[in-house]
């Protein structure tokens, strides 16, 4: 017999800590409960949210007006298949236990994913991405709920529409599936990926093992405060909070002519268009690491990160963040979007 809780406190299930209740919340150790609880919230007309770790999540003050669904499925599985191991993490595993599971017995693909916060679930529906590799690059499976039919579907990767931090699940059906398990295709004694020049001169091998690539990506994570440290003054955080903008021909002329000389990095992209670096242009706005507006600003090490302190408030959060954002439209012509994603009554517009 499902029995939510009633008006569950949510800010200690996310990095901000900040946030108010949700109106009804049910952990689902397995997908039994998982649908139980969709049908209940159905039955009664309610909202469905569903909650991994917090980790890239801003709620409003008022909460959440809804049965918000904590998923808590645990396990891993591997079978080898020609040439790779295919390895399934249910939904509510750590991701970066995960990653060391996988990097421990040599299995290739994942390394460079390290020491990001968070569970499995979210690793497709953000197609979760650093230092060169992103998650699509190696899965291969998404088991999920489909919420319209009831059923557990299992999509492939070209039914999940991944794009630069997006998906299927994030923007063109969000809501509809509940994320199970992910399913990784690695490679047994592969070679690390070595493609972001930043590790690559950090580790200066050109062939180390997985294990010392692994490390070099959270030491390089912990000095930008971006790994989850209780005792990091810079810990209350969603990590990049906004998106590195992805702009095409037209506009990075415009961009180039208002940066006046500047050397802006960027990086090319397989369409054509051109992906900029979010933290210069908000440094190169006028904006400082540390810089803070009573009690929220911005991270010490990192431009792109907002902390919160003790005080804060959710609408402390989206009035810095629109304070940014319009420093840098100001500045450049570009538009910032936000990374994490907003519950409740919130909104940067």
Same mark, same amino acid.
């Given at each position: 017999m499902l029995t939510p809780v009633e008006h569950a406190p949510l800010a200690p299930h996310c990095t901000l800590r900040i946030g108010g209740p949700a109106r009804y919340l049910? /952990?689902?150790?397995?997908?039994?409960?998982?649908? /139980?609880?969709?049908?209940?919230?159905?039955?009664?007309?309610?909202?469905?949210?569903?909650?991994?770790?917090?980790?890239n999540l801003v709620i409003a003050d008022e909460g959440v007006d809804g049965l918000v669904l904590k998923i808590a499925l645990r396990g891993v599985t591997a079978r080898e298949v020609p040439g790779a191991v295919e390895v399934t993490a249910a939904a509510g595993e750590p991701w970066d236990d995960f990653v060391c599971h996988t990097v421990e017995r040599g299995w290739a693909g994942l390394e460079c994913l390290?020491? +990001?916060?968070?569970?499995?679930?979210? %690793?497709? +529906?953000?197609?979760?991405?650093?230092?060169?590799? /992103?998650?699509?690059?190696?899965? @291969?499976?998404?088991? %999920?709920?489909?919420? /319209?039919?009831?059923?557990?579907? @299992?999509?492939?990767?070209?039914e999940?529409?991944?794009?630069?931090?997006?998906?299927?699940?994030?923007?063109?059906?969000?809501?509809?599936? &509940?994320?199970?398990?992910? @399913?990784?295709?690695?490679?047994p004694g592969g070679p690390p990926y070595l493609g972001y020049a930043d590790i690559a001169r950090e580790i200066g091998s050109a062939s180390p093992p997985l294990a010392a690539v692994r490390e070099t990506v959270i030491r390089v994570r912990r000095s930008k405060s971006m790994v989850l440290d209780p005792g990091d003054p810079n810990a209350r955080s969603c990590g990049s909070f906004f998106l590195n903008p992805i702009?095409?021909?037209?506009?990075?002329?415009? +961009?180039?002519?208002?940066?006046?000389?500047?050397?802006?990095?960027r990086w090319a992209q397989p369409d054509g268009r051109v992906k900029l670096s979010a933290a210069w242009l908000i440094e190169r706005a006028g904006f400082t690491r540390g810089?803070?507006?009573?009690? &929220?600003?911005?991270? @010490?090490?990192? %431009?792109?990160? +907002?902390?919160?302190?003790?005080g804060a408030r959710a609408r402390d959060v989206t009035a810095f963040a629109r304070r940014v954002r319009a420093g840098v439209e100001e500045r450049f012509g570009v538009r910032l979007h936000p990374e994490p994603i907003f519950w409740g009554a919130l909104s940067l517009d």
């Open positions: 049910v /952990e689902a150790a397995d997908e039994a409960t998982v649908a /139980e609880a969709v049908r209940w919230a159905a039955a009664r007309k309610l909202p469905v949210r569903v909650l991994g770790g917090g980790s390290s020491g +990001i916060p968070g569970l499995v679930g979210a %690793t497709p +529906i953000q197609n979760v991405g650093a230092y060169g590799q /992103e998650v699509s690059d190696t899965l @291969t499976a998404v088991r %999920t709920l489909d919420r /319209e039919s009831g059923r557990v579907v @299992t999509l492939a990767p070209a999940c529409g991944f794009g630069y931090r997006d998906s299927l699940f994030k923007s063109r059906a969000p809501g509809r599936y &509940v994320v199970l398990a992910a @399913t990784y295709r690695l490679v702009v095409d021909g037209a506009a990075l002329a415009a +961009i180039d002519a208002r940066a006046a000389g500047l050397s802006m990095p810089q803070s507006e009573g009690p &929220v600003g911005l991270s @010490t090490r990192h %431009t792109l990160a +907002i902390v919160c302190h003790d």
